[in-house]
């Protein structure tokens, strides 16, 4: 079974800075994260998970308000992975961080989960 594997999360005081990374478990799926625009989601308890940050085949990305200047994506096509840069965090963003196309079509892994303390 097809997984996308989500890994750096930690706890980390207010104001730190943490990296993810995503990949995909098989190679078939690689081909899809070099050509769809993928993105970084996260999911707060009882809260809806939301789109945070994206970024297209060309490079070109886009972020929730909540994260611009704080977050940065970034991909490697070859290596077929996604990664995001989080500094300057704060304790709203604890969350559980997940990687998963735009348009969501690749089943979710476990995520990785990100806490940051006041």
């Known amino acids: 079974q097809v997984q996308l594997v989500e890994s750096g999360g930690g706890l980390v005081q207010a104001g730190g800075s943490l990296r993810l990374s995503c990949a995909a478990s098989k190679s078939i799926f690689r081909t899809i994260f070099s050509i769809n625009t993928m993105g970084w989601f996260r999911q707060a308890p009882g809260n809806q998970r939301e789109l945070v940050a994206s970024?297209?085949?060309?490079?070109?990305?886009n972020y929730a308000d909540s994260v611009r200047g704080r977050f940065t994506i970034s991909r490697d096509a070859t290596k077929a992975t996604v990664s995001l840069q989080m500094n300057s965090l704060k304790p709203e963003d604890t969350a559980v961080y997940y990687c998963n196309t735009f348009t969501r079509s690749i089943a979710w892994g476990q995520g990785t989960q990100v806490t940051v303390s006041s």
């Open positions: 970024i297209t085949s060309a490079g070109s990305t």
